[in-house]
């Protein structure tokens, strides 16, 4: 297998911790958390980078890397696994002069500049593993050779209320970056940077070495990095991204972007086939649906086994809800037990909880209420929630 | 595990032909996800089995693509995993194109080099008309430790559950599990009692196995059941070993269809999937999971992933990819892989193979007892 240079490489900031999961995250990844019934958080980005065209991936990870990493294997369920490029695993390593945990972002990818270089890439992109979206690459770096860009910027159209979230643009006609702020408190526009950059290699690599000797610099691309491209007067451009993206950082948004999947139009579809999802699958026997059993605008993962009621909701696998119990407006993930009479409404419970019989867990959810202002409670992995004992909403319970 | 595995993935194509006309008898789907070979490929595996042969003879397409690399069932492996024997010309002396593998005993002759170049010492023949889930692990155990030249797997079962089958193999043993009759039954027989028949899924030492196939080449024998085992009940060590878990037997389209809706009762289910440690494993595809409509009524039924469901199903095995439209009705069917139903349809005890089209309003209706079968990718 000649080793010939790729035009472009993926490198996908995967190391994040995701302290807003609270519990969620307590031993796994950001990136690994399951969701949608059957994916981990990654499987977007990557799936992503797969249906771009993209073969050569590295993944930096960092923060509890161990079900991320055995998740990722070799790269084989994205079609990954390449004799020459493919997924790359890339954790904080030693070098002759000392050794670093990943810092920030542009260090992390400034740590791995080497890897970059082995396969002399025109452009790299750097993504980050915590977004819900599908998007065609290509169409961005076909825009950012079409301007000559020297880094392109993908962002989104978000309501003018959400704008303090994110780092907000300010373009010219042309797409052309002016202003760049962080978390404005009074937006110049409505265009929020999705951490989605393509930027010309050489200047990539001159920039994170002019950051990294910066000693002021916290190295983070959206605080240091693109705005020292911008008051260069480099041609940093604006790519315009439309359709559904999603930052699940937060146990609101995780929620919220998992019921995204629900209703007769749904916001995400995942049963488009023009563009699925790749994940890894378990072997699981198939669902059964219980004769008693309700179940309805909700999507059920193989494994199941459905007794009682469930309305609403995103089921992972080897989820068995009994009967008598009720579950509405919730996401289960793997192997969770909804004992005899149980409810759970508003929740999101994690891998291997169990719901004692007749415990109440969340309340119903209020229909006046938009999407990201349902309280959402969240039972941590492997939690016993006790017969009869009810948790309300805000409560975390997890697992010590 | 010092054992090799090998499996007949063609042997009983023509007992159920509505389902075998476009794939083996081991590509058969079954059970919303599975195909039939992964039962067999599944006891192997879970007995530590790494190295397995599959014999095909014709229409393999389907299963080769089934079973890729043998990835999914950890059998991708330098060493070993699974080879595929497809039938080549000069497999043996006097072969005619229309000839080739037609028997079990043509099948091991043509397959000798596998079996030879194995260094394991005992060999695992296993068909893929049974369905079920086997600790052979135990198995091979007791054939090493009784010194067994051949043991065959037996199910006791009674006379009634046979009336749908065309033909079994009793197996008539003594107090110590040593065969003493080996013979074919036909239903028609009429016997009341309890009897012992073949799982057709037998474990034979590997030079033994040698042996026998040299004998028959020699003296031009042409079945392994009656020349080679049944003549020699007397002098060799034949043994029987009793499956005390679920069994079932596929050989026709009416029993592939009663042991489908079997799998509705949670107590077979529980026998053939939930056994610690000894998943069933199949080839795994990207699909998303299933989605429940607002209005859709699900009732017993067992659903794979990737399915819409906006309708009413009850008493049906729904593969992968189907999809079910508001207003239909689905009762007693088995529906194959990315059947679609119309909105409004009603299907009654109906059995569609994959790629099958039922037109909105459609009524097609069968008996519990002869389903109605429509074939692959037709349009009703």
């Known amino acids: 297998m000649p080793k010939k240079k790729k035009e472009w490489i993926a490198m996908l900031l995967a190391g994040g911790q995701g302290s807003r999961l609270c519990s969620l995250t307590g031993k796994i990844a950001k ?12 499987d977007f980005t990557l799936t992503n980078c797969v249906n771009s065209g993209i073969d050569t991936v590295g993944v930096l990870t960092q923060y509890q890397p161990h079900l991320l990493n055995e998740y990722m294997g070799t790269g084989v369920p994205w079609d990954l696994e390449r004799i020459w490029g493919g997924l790359k695993i890339l954790p904080p390593y030693q070098r002759q002069h000392g050794a670093d945990w990943y810092r920030s972002t542009a260090n992390a990818i400034y740590q791995n500049i080497d890897f970059i270089n082995r396969y002399a890439p025109d452009y790299v992109i750097i993504l980050s593993g915590d977004h819900i979206y599908r998007m065609d690459y290509r169409k961005m770096l076909e825009y950012h050779k079409e301007k000559n860009s020297d880094c392109t910027i993908a962002v989104l159209d978000v309501p003018l209320s959400e704008t303090g979230r994110f780092g907000i643009m300010s373009t010219d006609p042309d797409g052309r970056i002016i202003k760049f702020i962080e978390k404005p ?9 999705m951490g989605i950059y393509i930027f010309s290699k050489e200047k990539l690599i001159s920039y994170l070495e002019a950051d990294d000797a910066d000693a002021e610099s916290s190295n983070d691309f959206g605080k240091n990095v693109i705005p020292s491209i911008l008051a260069a007067g480099e041609n940093l451009y604006a790519y315009e991204f439309e359709g559904y993206w999603k930052d699940v950082g937060t146990v609101s948004s995780l929620w919220e972007a998992n019921m995204d999947m629900l209703g007769p139009e749904p916001r995400l579809n995942l049963n488009d086939k023009v563009w699925s999802i790749y994940s890894r699958q378990d072997s699981r026997p198939p669902q059964h649906i219980g004769r008693l059993a309700v179940v309805e605008n909700s999507v059920v993962t193989e494994g199941c086994e459905i007794y009682g009621s469930v309305i609403n909701c995103v089921l992972g696998s080897g989820v068995r809800v009994m009967s008598g119990a009720s579950v509405r407006d919730s996401v289960i993930m793997d192997d969770v037990l909804i004992s005899e009479g149980a409810s759970v409404d508003c929740a999101i419970v994690d891998t291997g909880a169990t719901i004692g019989a007749g415990a109440r867990v969340g309340a119903p959810r209020d229909e006046s209420l938009p999407p990201f202002e349902v309280e959402v409670t969240v039972i941590g992995a492997g939690v016993f929630v006790p017969s009869g004992v009810e948790v309300t909403p805000h409560e975390k319970l997890i697992m010590v | 595990m010092n054992a090799a595995g090998l499996i007949f993935s063609n042997i009983h194509d023509t007992t159920i032909p509505e389902l075998t006309r476009t794939r083996t008898m081991a590509s058969l789907p079954f059970g919303c996800r599975y195909r039939l070979v992964d039962f067999a490929l599944s006891n192997l595996v879970n007995a530590g089995i790494t190295k397995v042969g599959i014999i095909t003879h014709n229409n393999y397409k389907s299963l080769l693509e089934h079973l890729g690399s043998g990835r999914d069932w950890d059998l991708e492996r330098e060493v070993g995993g699974i080879k595929i024997l497809p039938p080549f010309i000069t497999s043996y002396e006097n072969a005619s194109s229309d000839r080739v593998y037609s028997s079990r005993l043509e099948a091991l002759i043509a397959v000798m080099s596998f079996i030879s170049e194995c260094s394991e010492e005992h060999m695992v023949l296993s068909d893929c008309d049974v369905i079920c889930n086997i600790d052979l692990a135990e198995v091979i155990e007791k054939h090493a430790e009784r010194g067994a030249d051949i043991t065959i797997v037996t199910k006791r079962i009674s006379p009634k559950k046979l009336h749908l089958t065309p033909r079994v193999t009793v197996v008539r043993a003594d107090g110590d599990g040593r065969i003493c009759d080996f013979a074919e039954y036909t239903s028609e027989d009429g016997r009341k009692n309890e009897i012992e028949v073949s799982m057709n899924i037998m474990i034979a030492k590997k030079y033994y196995l040698i042996k026998l196939i040299e004998d028959a080449v020699a003296h031009g024998y042409t079945s392994f059941e009656h020349q080679l085992i049944g003549q020699r009940l007397g002098e060799d060590r034949f043994f029987a070993f ?42 795994m595809l990207n699909l998303p999971p299933t989605k429940y409509m607002t209005g859709a009524r699900v009732a017993n039924s067992l659903v794979a992933d990737g399915c819409v469901i906006e309708g009413m199903v009850e008493n049906s095995i729904v593969f992968r990819g189907v999809r079910v439209g508001r207003g239909a009705t689905v009762r007693n069917c088995v529906l194959l892989d990315d059947t679609y139903v119309g909105e409004g349809a009603e299907l009654y005890c109906v059995v569609t193979d994959r790629d099958v089209l039922i037109k909105d309003g459609r009524r097609l209706s069968g008996h519990e007892t002869l389903p109605f079968f429509i074939g692959k990718g037709v349009s009703v």
């Open chain 1, 185 to 193: 408190k009074i937006p110049e526009s409505t265009k929020a940077s």
């Open chain 2, 242 to 283: 009793g499956h005390g878990g679920y069994y079932a037997l596929v050989n026709r389209l009416e029993s592939y269809y009663r042991c489908s809706l079997e799998l509705l009762d949670p107590e077979v289910r529980r026998r053939l999937f939930g056994i610690p440690d000894r998943p069933v494993m199949t080839r």
């Open chain 1, 31 to 42: 990136s690994a958390v399951k969701f949608g019934g059957k994916y981990r958080i990654i």
